[in-house]
Nanobody, 117 residues
Framework: QVQLVESGGGLVQAGGSLRLSCAVS????????MGWYRQAPGKQRELVAA???????NYADSVKGRFAISRDNAKNTMYLQMNSLKPEDTGVYYC???????????WGQGTQVTVSS
């Protein structure tokens, strides 16, 4: 069972920055993909940012230019750098990894990010 340990969530003022970390209990260099999702109250969970095995990235339109996903293979850790945060970024952020394209994804427990105005 893959274990995902998230950190970095919390309360931040609008316009501020926050970096989320996700430590993965296996080597991440060969994962099919990994990413961050978020879910605001009463809304569908959405993909925020993803990175593939080959290094390609994908971002939700709402965060393009403000968020950046990255990974450190040596540390088996994925990051989400969030800049210029807005109140609408508030939600529970989930770390997600998929070992293979056909594999079921693994999820972290989620970490709350609250952006106040």
């Amino acid at each position: 069972q893959v274990q995902l340990v998230e950190s970095g969530g919390g309360l931040v003022q609008a316009g501020g920055s926050l970096r989320l970390s996700c430590a993965v209990s296996l080597n991440i260099f060969n994962l099919n993909g990994m990413g961050w999702y978020r879910q605001a109250p009463g809304k569908q969970r959405e993909l925020v940012a993803a990175i593939t095995r080959g290094g390609s990235t994908n971002y939700a339109d709402s965060v393009k230019g403000r968020f950046a996903i990255s990974r450190d293979n040596a540390k088996n850790t994925m990051y989400l750098q969030m800049n210029s945060l807005k109140p609408e970024d508030t939600g529970v952020y989930y770390c997600n990894v998929r070992r293979h394209y056909y594999s079921a994804p693994d999820w972290g427990q989620g970490t709350q990010v609250t952006v106040s105005s």
